[in-house]
């Protein structure tokens, strides 16, 4: 009796140990379909507005450039990836892009669409409100909130050299040349302190006024809530359309931005 008694309890918790792991396989399976089919989206939507958004325009060009190479990457991505992480790090590549799109949309004065998901490398880097010029070792550099010939550079924002860069337009694209080792990170560190710390070099900001002056709180662009589907961004076909483009060599590359890579 005693030993029919143990010969039940074990075939019932062998019984219960395999019903657990074949859920948590089935979960595991079910997270990382989600997670395919998530990054997926946003990477059709992405390469659905490169079809068909065009313009000859600096700001244009160049932010198209930087949206095609975001598509590429996620793409690379995307057929390596087999991890929830990985396809979630081709997700953000791919909504960099589109944040490339809208801004490209924006340079051309047309609706720039649906918001997006707040961007994981953008959360606390804030955006500019202001229009701001600097001189560092002799050479002007510019920002601002909206694109223009002597602002055609996009960034969607994020961290370089534990500095905040907000989300805007500069001049010139300072935070890739400060990838480099030695003056080239020195050069950059200035330029960020220059542009972005109230008191440096920038009289028009005080340390009181300047940071919610110079631009918008980090937290409020950062923190957007619901990372899920805000809207057929990729969706609306023919609006997207305009004049001639190219999708060439773009000055953010591969995995430039990705993710906080800075």
Do not use: C
């Not at 019903?19 to 379909?33: F, I, K, M, V």
């Not at 590549?93 to 589109?98: H, Y």
């Not at 619901?226 to 004049?243: K, S």
């Amino acid at each position: 009796m005693d030993v029919a008694l143990w010969v039940a309890l074990i075939l019932m918790l062998g019984g219960a140990l395999v019903l657990w792991r074949w859920g948590s396989r089935s979960r595991r399976a079910a997270e990382l379909a989600d997670a395919r089919a998530e990054a997926q989206r946003w990477y059709e939507r992405l390469g659905g507005q490169l079809m068909n958004l065009h313009g000859d325009a600096p700001a244009v060009r160049q932010a198209l450039a930087d949206a095609g190479e975001r598509y590429n990457a996620a793409g690379s991505q995307l057929e390596a990836a087999n991890t929830p992480h990985q396809f979630a790090l081709a997700r953000e590549t791919a909504l960099e892009g589109l944040a490339y799109i809208r801004a490209a949309r924006t340079a051309m004065g047309i609706d720039p669409g649906p918001e997006l998901p707040p961007l994981a490398a953008a959360r606390g880097a804030g955006m500019l409100t202001k229009e701001r010029e600097v001189n560092v070792q002799g050479q002007t550099y510019r920002a601002g909130p909206q694109p223009g010939n002597q602002t055609p550079y996009y960034y969607p924002g994020g961290n370089w050299q534990g500095r905040p860069v907000p989300a805007g337009w500069y001049s010139t694209p300072w935070w890739k040349t400060a990838l480099g080792a030695g003056a080239g990170v020195l050069g950059g560190m200035l330029i960020a302190d220059a542009l972005f710390s109230p008191a440096f070099a920038d009289p028009g900001y005080g340390y009181e006024a300047g940071y919610q002056e110079g631009f918008s709180d980090g937290a409020d662009y950062g923190d957007q809530g619901d990372q899920g589907d805000q809207g057929d961004y990729g969706d609306q076909g023919g609006d997207f359309a305009a004049g001639g483009g190219d999708f060439g060599g773009g000055d953010f590359g591969g995995g430039d931005f990705g993710g906080g890579d800075f």
